[in-house]
């Protein structure tokens, strides 16, 4: 296992780069390694509440995973600093957009990520807070996306505490 400090992937947006994270058409690209700071857009994922898959992969109740893009930002850890930056996100709703934020209500604090293959790995600590069965999808949808595309790989576990975000979530 190699510890994740990938500069960002290429991706494609006709929106112009804001601080806000808006709305783009985002794909997991191949990360490459690099130990010195990195400046680029971030791609977050935030939920389309209701939308069937048409704005996005379709996740839990029939939503949308929805990928964004923020301004510039310098990072050194591509996977650190997507992940800090959606759970530093306190908002329920992202701007105007109509895209939802499942992770307002838990208290969550980026640890550490590891890629091994093709599957990173995240350990966040604090707790994680759902407010019912449709909302447990978006939560671990919106980690797993975020990581993925940060760090080039198709699969992510999301640890909360050392346990998986799904096992953290139903015995809530």
Wanted: net charge negative; with cysteine; hydrophobic share 35%.
């Amino acid at each position: 296992m190699t510890e994740s400090s990938a500069p960002p992937a290429a991706t494609q947006s006709s929106t112009p780069l804001q601080d806000s994270p808006a709305p783009v058409s985002s794909a997991p690209a191949g990360a490459r390694s690099s130990t010195s700071a990195t400046s680029a857009s971030l791609t977050l994922f935030y939920v389309a509440v209701g939308d069937a898959g048409k704005s996005g992969p379709e996740i839990g109740c029939g939503d949308s995973i929805v990928a964004t893009e923020t301004g510039p930002k310098e990072f050194t850890n591509q996977v650190e600093a997507s992940v800090a930056a959606l759970l530093a996100n306190d908002a329920e709703e992202l701007g105007s957009s109509g895209l939802r934020n499942a992770l307002t209500a838990s208290d969550l604090e980026y640890v550490s990520s590891m890629v091994d293959g093709d599957v990173v790995t995240v350990q966040l600590n604090g707790t994680v807070s759902s407010s019912g069965t449709c909302d447990d999808p978006r939560i671990v949808e919106q980690l797993k996306y975020t990581a993925m595309t940060a760090a080039g790989t198709g699969e992510a576990e999301i640890l909360v505490e050392g346990e998986k975000i799904e096992e953290a979530l139903s015995s809530k």
